[in-house]
C-alpha cells in the first residue's frame, strides 16, 4: 500500500495523554502551561526513541493552540495544531542540529527572532541533537537564549546532554527523560495490537519489550518487522526468529547440566551459538540477567512470573556465592573477549567454568582449614613432654686451663634482599594465590598428621 505508515509514526503521540512512562514531566509541563509560566527555553534529554521531540511538538502544539481543552490538552485540530502536525507551521520550526551545526545557521535564527509569529502566540525553535551544533554555533546562541524576544521559546533535544556547554545549561529548564520500563512499553504495543486486531501472546510482547532497551520507538519498529513476518498470530518463537534471540530455555539447560557436571553441554551450547550466528555480546548479557534473576530470586525477590516454576528449579541448585562467583566470571568475560585470539574458545571456557562452579572449594572454607591447623600447630608446640634422665658421667680432674683471650666475634650476615614477587596480571593473580592457598592447606595438614603419629 503506497499510504502505509509505520507504527512509529503512526502511533506517534498527539497529546500529553499518550505520552507513556513520563508522567511528572507532563505533569510539570501541564502545569505550567495552566499557570501561564513557561519557561523560554527547554532542553529535553534522554536515549533515544524515549519522546524527547514528541514532547516538545505537543508542547509547541499546547502553547499555540487556539482551542486547549479543559485539562491543558492541545486540540489537534484547530488550524496551528494540524500546520505544526504536518511540519508547516510558519511559526513552530524545526531544525536538526546535525546538519544545520554551524554558525551561519544560527546567525539565521538569530535573525529571524524579531519577527513576530504569523498565526500562533508563540514563535518557537525546536533544535534536535543540539549537542552537534559547533562551538562557535553555541557562542553565537548565547545572547539570544540569554535574552530572547518576549514571543520566542526554544525547544533542545539531545542524547548527549553532556556535550552542551555548561553556558547553554543554565539558561535551560531540563527534563531528563528515563527509558521506559518493560510495563509501559508492553501495554503500549498490547493496545496497538488490539487497534489492529493481532493476537500476540504475553511472552513474545515481553521479548519484545525487553529487546527494545527502554525505547518505545525501538520497540515499534521491531513490533512492526514482525507483524511482517508472521501470518496470523504473534508466537515467541517467532520474536526468537526475527530478532535472532537467545531462547531461555538454554540457559535452564546450562543449570541442569551443573546441577549433573555435564561438561558436555557446556561445548555443545558454544557451538550452537556460533554455527546460528548469534551475537555473543547479547548472549552474556541475557546470562548475566539470567544468574541475576537467580541471585535476586534468592534474596527474595520475586522472579519472572512467566517461568516462575523453572527459576524456582533453578534456584536449589546454586548457592548465594556461586551465584555471585559466575557474575564475577561473565563480567570478566565480557572485558576479556574484545582481545581474545578466539571468541570461541573464550566462550568454552566461561560456560566450563560455570558448569564446574560447584567442585570449586569457597575461599572462606580453606581460609578456615589454614586456621584449625594452625592452631593445632600452636597446641602442639605448647604440649610439654617429657625428657630423659641424664646419667652421671665421671669426670677427671684435670688443671685449670691458662686463660685465653675470647675470639673475636664472627661478622653479622648482610642481610638478604627480598625477591620481589612475579608482576601478574589480575586475573591470574587471583588463580595464582588460590592455588598457593590450597597447597599451604594441604602441607599444613600432612605436617599436623606427621607431628601426631610421632608422638
Known amino acids: 500500500m503506497p499510504d502505509y505508515q509505520v507504527l512509529a509514526r503512526k502511533y506517534r503521540p498527539k497529546i500529553f495523554r499518550e505520552v507513556f512512562g513520563q508522567d511528572p514531566i507532563v505533569q510539570t509541563l501541564?502545569?505550567?502551561?495552566?499557570?501561564?509560566?513557561?519557561?523560554?527555553?527547554?532542553?529535553?534529554?534522554?536515549?533515544?526513541?524515549?519522546?524527547?521531540?514528541?514532547?516538545?511538538?505537543?508542547?509547541?502544539?499546547a502553547l499555540n493552540?487556539?482551542?486547549?481543552?479543559?485539562?491543558?490538552?492541545?486540540?489537534?485540530?484547530?488550524?496551528?495544531?494540524?500546520?505544526?502536525?504536518?511540519?508547516?507551521?510558519?511559526?513552530?520550526?524545526?531544525?536538526d542540529g546535525a546538519s544545520n551545526r554551524g554558525i551561519d545557521d544560527i546567525k539565521t535564527i538569530a535573525?529571524?527572532?524579531?519577527?513576530?509569529?504569523?498565526?500562533?502566540?508563540?514563535?518557537?525553535?525546536?533544535?534536535?541533537?543540539?549537542?552537534?551544533?559547533?562551538?562557535?554555533?553555541?557562542?553565537?546562541?548565547?545572547?539570544?537564549l540569554e535574552e530572547p524576544p518576549a514571543n520566542v521559546k526554544f525547544f533542545f533535544a539531545t542524547t548527549e546532554s553532556h556535550k552542551v556547554p555548561a553556558t547553554i545549561l543554565s539558561r535551560c529548564q531540563r527534563f531528563n527523560l528515563k527509558r521506559l520500563p518493560l510495563e509501559a512499553i508492553s501495554e503500549k504495543l498490547r493496545m496497538i495490537a488490539s487497534d489492529m486486531a493481532i493476537t500476540i501472546d504475553e511472552t513474545a510482547l515481553a521479548r519484545i519489550a525487553t529487546f527494545a532497551d527502554g525505547g518505545l520507538r525501538d520497540a515499534e519498529s521491531l513490533f512492526d518487522q514482525i507483524i511482517a513476518f508472521s501470518e496470523g498470530s504473534i508466537t515467541k518463537e517467532a520474536v526468537q526468529e526475527v530478532l535472532g534471540l537467545i531462547p531461555h530455555e538454554l540457559f535452564f539447560d546450562l543449570d541442569q547440566a551443573v546441577a549433573s557436571n555435564d561438561i558436555r553441554v557446556a561445548f555443545n551450547i558454544a557451538q550452537k551459538l556460533f554455527l546460528e550466528g548469534k551475537d555473543l555480546h547479547h548472549f552474556l548479557e541475557e546470562l548475566h540477567a539470567h544468574f541475576k534473576t537467580i541471585l535476586l530470586s534468592k534474596l527474595g525477590s520475586e522472579a519472572d512470573p512467566l517461568r516462575?516454576?523453572?527459576?524456582?528449579?533453578?534456584?536449589?541448585?546454586?548457592?548465594?556465592?556461586?551465584?555471585?562467583?559466575?557474575?564475577?566470571?561473565?563480567?570478566?568475560?565480557?572485558?576479556?573477549?574484545?582481545?581474545?585470539?578466539?571468541?570461541?574458545?573464550?566462550?568454552?571456557?566461561?560456560?566450563i567454568k560455570i558448569?564446574?562452579?560447584?567442585?570449586?572449594?569457597?575461599?572462606?572454607?580453606?581460609?578456615?582449614?589454614?586456621?584449625?591447623?594452625?592452631?593445632?600447630?600452636?597446641?602442639?608446640?605448647?604440649?610439654?613432654?617429657?625428657?630423659?634422665?641424664?646419667?652421671?658421667?665421671?669426670?677427671?680432674?684435670?688443671?685449670?686451663?691458662?686463660?685465653?683471650?675470647?675470639?673475636?666475634?664472627?661478622?653479622?650476615?648482610?642481610?638478604?634482599?627480598?625477591?620481589?614477587?612475579p608482576i601478574m596480571h589480575e586475573g591470574r593473580k587471583k588463580a595464582h594465590y588460590d592455588t598457593l592457598v590450597q597447597f599451604a592447606s594441604v602441607e599444613l595438614d600432612a605436617t599436623v598428621q606427621h607431628k601426631q603419629k610421632g608422638k
Open 65 to 95: 493552540c487556539s482551542s486547549l481543552t479543559a485539562d491543558t490538552e492541545p486540540c489537534n485540530s484547530c488550524t496551528s495544531c494540524r500546520q505544526i502536525a504536518a511540519g508547516s507551521s510558519l511559526d513552530v520550526l524545526e531544525i
Open 308 to 351: 516462575k516454576e523453572k527459576y524456582e528449579a533453578s534456584n536449589k541448585i546454586y548457592t548465594q556465592e556461586q551465584c555471585l562467583a559466575i557474575l564475577e566470571m561473565i563480567a570478566e568475560t565480557q572485558s576479556n573477549i574484545k582481545t581474545a585470539i578466539s571468541e570461541q574458545i573464550a566462550l568454552e571456557s566461561l560456560l
Open 30 to 61: 501541564k502545569n505550567a502551561i495552566k499557570k501561564g509560566c513557561t519557561a523560554h527555553a527547554y532542553l529535553f534529554c534522554g536515549s533515544r526513541g524515549t519522546g524527547k521531540t514528541t514532547l516538545a511538538r505537543i508542547l509547541a502544539k
Open 111 to 144: 535573525e529571524s527572532v524579531g519577527y513576530c509569529p504569523a498565526h500562533g502566540q508563540w514563535k518557537i525553535y525546536i533544535i534536535d541533537e543540539v549537542h552537534m551544533l559547533t562551538k562557535e554555533a553555541f557562542n553565537a546562541l548565547l545572547k539570544t
Open 355 to 421: 558448569v564446574r562452579v560447584r567442585l570449586r572449594v569457597p575461599l572462606e572454607h580453606i581460609t578456615r582449614k589454614l586456621i584449625q591447623i594452625e592452631q593445632s600447630l600452636i597446641q602442639l608446640k605448647e604440649k610439654p613432654t617429657a625428657e630423659p634422665a641424664k646419667a652421671e658421667v665421671k669426670t677427671h680432674e684435670t688443671p685449670p686451663a691458662s686463660p685465653q683471650a675470647p675470639p673475636p666475634p664472627a661478622p653479622a650476615p648482610a642481610p638478604r634482599a627480598m625477591e620481589a614477587p
